[in-house]
């Protein structure tokens, strides 16, 4: 593996030049940056994937949702469906994408639209009625053609872009520099209890610049949802003498195989692609490993975003006869952090 990522080396640096020379473009405004007058949110990343956007996104939601009117944009990667869209309760995942309609499973009173073009997703957002107060851009760090009041840049504590090098070699989408157009940088993953040195290593490593703030998340599971209405929801699936099938379409499940694991018995992954749409072959697959699995304590769990495209899928039928789950995750903050980040989005979000 690291002789190969050795070898991809010219062409990351062929990549990485390309984006560069049109991030100076955008900043030479040689390419026109769309204004609008209303907070614009922007969470993003600098690599592909993996650092916990959409939790990241929900707790913006619930912060912003009691006084504002929001709306989230995205591209809504991996729909079948073009051009700009405002999902409804009854959107599928193939037409919107799995994050947006995740977030408006979960929120149901938010606008939660997609349009790959940002500056047409936002013009048209600004002609619905109620008017929108705020808009979360969602992955939209690369996206240059609007310019956010505040850009949100999202890293893994695991994994710091400073640490990191450009596609196709490493997962960065753009050079490590990129991280200046950031107001705020978060370390998402955390330990639950940071310790103030590895923070200040951190901070250091990163060489934040004197505007920047930046702040350390960590991951809070919640308890498991059965997608069988009939099994009992409650953390007493999860047991020391469980055998979970851990069935994956994200770029990292690492994290919670992590928390699983302590807590059962045996974890057996199905692991796939960021993103994969499940096909009648994978979900054949997973049923002959868990029909395979010899113990009578046995379940299958998934990922929340995982779980809204098997939901749209046309097998759905198939999985909910089975002891299948999903669980939930939020992002938090500690007590210092959050209440200094809370009042950085909410001060933002007052003055425009």
Partial sequence: ???????????SLLYGCIVWVRNKLYDGHFISVK?????????GNLSAGGTGKSPHVEYLIRLLNEKHTLATLSRGYGRSTEGFIIS?????ATEIGDEPRQFKSKFPDITVA???KRVNGITQLLTISPPIHVVILDDAFQHRSVMPGLSILLTDYNKLYCDDVMLPSGTLREFKCGAKRADIIIVTKCPNQISNQSRQQIIQKLHTLQHQKIYFSFIQYGHLVAVNKKNIVSETALTTDTTVV????IANP?????????RVKTIVPARFADHHEFNQKDITSVLNIFNTIASDKKIIVTTEKDWMRLESSDFANQLLNLPLFYLPIEIDFSETDKQTFNNQISEYVKRN
């Fill in 88 to 92: 409804s309760s009854t959107s599928k």
């Fill in 254 to 262: 690492k994290p919670m195989a992590d928390y699983l694991t302590p």
């Fill in 114 to 116: 997609v349009d790959a």
């Fill in 246 to 249: 851990l069935l994956t379409g």
């Fill in 1 to 11: 593996m690291k002789l190969l990522r050795i070898l991809l080396l010219p062409f």
């Fill in 35 to 43: 204004h609008f007058d209303l907070p614009i949110i922007s969470v």
